[in-house]
């Protein structure tokens, strides 16, 4: 009865391919964001829906798309990877789209490895 | 820069010691939430505090929200092992609608 789940827990691909990370909540919340944490722990945020509704892209390269199906789910797909792009990117959810008061529930990650 | 800069970035000490860590900004916050992250696993809520000058309480913890909501701090007494871990703070600045997270201090209690 996980709350934020995401697949694959790892993920190692090499240079220029295309990949997909999955998330799905079954919390019932609105609200749901793409987080990246790079090697030094710092957290950052790359998008978030609310209610399959794009409402921050947070100058992301546009090799990144994410797409909303319907509201528990938020998956990332990723074109012509990069060295760079290796981190551990985490989902969040929220039940409301205000910020204020309404914390974020994370996945447990996607530790992405790019050779 | 760091919107919100978490001070120390690495702390170890003794287990039954006690210790602050803080969470500073020159923005005004309308709230501001701690997370604590294991290895391996995503950020998991400790508690949000949304008026200035709030101190909230969490067994051994102790969380305060400056007066003028610009800052922050976690107090634990007496440590223990269970307490090692990345802690988080995150805050939401009136109107953008986005949690920004500080670079975490990541604490180690040894035994």
């Keep these: ?115 | 820069t760091q919107l919100l800069e978490q001070s120390p970035q690495f702390l170890s000490i003794q287990e039954g010691e006690n210790l602050t860590v803080y969470c500073n900004s020159s923005s005004v916050f309308s709230s501001l939430q701690w997370y604590r992250q294991e290895p391996g696993e995503g950020p998991v809520l400790l508690v949000t505090v949304v008026t200035g000058g709030e101190v909230k309480k969490l067994k051994r913890l102790t969380f305060q929200f400056g007066d003028a909501r610009k800052d922050s701090s976690l107090h634990i007494t007496a440590a223990q092992p269970g307490d090692t871990g990345l802690y988080l703070c995150a805050g939401d600045r009136q109107g953008a609608q986005k949690l920004v997270f500080g670079q975490g201090t990541r604490l180690t209690i040894n035994p």
């Design chain 1, 1 to 115: 009865d996980t709350a934020v789940s995401q697949t694959p827990k790892y993920l190692v691909t090499q240079m220029g391919n295309d990949k997909s990370i999955k998330c799905e909540q079954n919390l019932g919340h609105d609200t749901m964001y793409w987080y990246k944490q790079d090697s030094k722990k710092f957290l950052k945020i790359m998008f978030s829906y609310n209610n399959k509704e794009l409402i921050i892209n947070e100058t992301v390269p546009n090799r990144f798309s994410p797409k909303s199906p319907d509201k528990a789910h938020l998956n990332l797909h990723i074109n012509s990877l990069e060295l760079g792009d290796s981190a551990v990117y985490f989902c969040a959810s929220s039940q409301e789209w205000s910020i204020y008061n309404s914390p974020l529930h994370f996945g447990n990650g996607t530790r992405l490895t790019v050779t």
